[in-house]
């Protein structure tokens, strides 16, 4: 029996998507945290006794599509709910927006799932804890590494020079969030999104 097979209860339920307002800058007052925008397909995975299932931010089951990351999931518990983005990696390393949708029909193998924050963890629900929290916990579980399932590192400081910094890598903006903010679905402004001129806003 798989680790997967033990979970007691139902099926998880998708969660709607917490959403960033966007912003011109990052903000510079403390208690924020920033990380890199990746520009990919906003994507939830759910693990419970009925197996992996991978939703797009609307929750259409895109397991089918997603399949090479669903297989990939094999992670330390028996039920999860992981927020992140599923992305194609450009010649540059940088997530290549345009690869993504043609790398789903024809390259699946390409595709990765990078997390930046989870839900629920084996019968806990954890959108009350502060953001920071939440993210220890991931981290723990998603350790950090080069598959298919990879974690959203975050930073503190000078958002400004974070911002800068990150433009130099390519990546398409911020996402900076409260670091006491909860889980809390729909449009938010304890999550703001920065953008770089060089590109219009995405819908992610």
């Not at 998507?17 to 912003?23: F, H, L, R, S």
């Not at 999860?80 to 043609?102: C, H, K, Q, W």
């Not at 989870?118 to 920071?132: A, E, K, Q, T, Y």
């Not at 911020?174 to 999550?191: C, L």
Request: charged share 25%.
């Amino acid at each position: 029996m798989g680790k997967r097979d033990k979970v007691d209860g139902g099926r998880l339920e998708f969660i709607p998507p917490q959403m960033p307002t966007p912003v011109e800058q990052p903000p510079e007052d403390e208690g924020w945290v920033h990380e890199a925008k990746l520009d990919g397909y906003r994507t939830q995975i759910i693990i419970d006794k009925g197996g992996v299932r991978l939703y797009s931010k609307n929750g259409r089951d895109w397991t089918a599509k997603y399949w090479p990351i669903a297989l990939a999931v094999d992670l330390p518990c028996r039920a999860a709910i992981l927020d992140g983005e599923v992305i194609v990696s450009g010649v540059r390393g940088a997530p290549d927006s345009p690869a993504l949708e043609a790398a789903i029909w024809n390259e699946p193998s390409r595709l990765v799932f990078v997390a930046f924050d989870i839900l629920h963890l084996d019968g806990r629900n954890l959108v009350h804890l502060p953001l920071l929290e939440r993210k220890q916990v991931l981290r723990q579980l998603v350790e950090p590494c080069l598959g298919k399932i990879q974690y959203s590192e975050h930073f503190e400081g000078d958002a400004l020079a974070i911002f800068s910094a990150i433009e130099k890598t390519g990546l398409d903006g911020v996402i900076s969030k409260r670091a006491d903010s909860r889980y809390r679905s729909g449009p938010s402004k304890t999550w703001l999104k920065a953008k770089y001129s060089r590109k219009p806003f995405s819908n992610c």
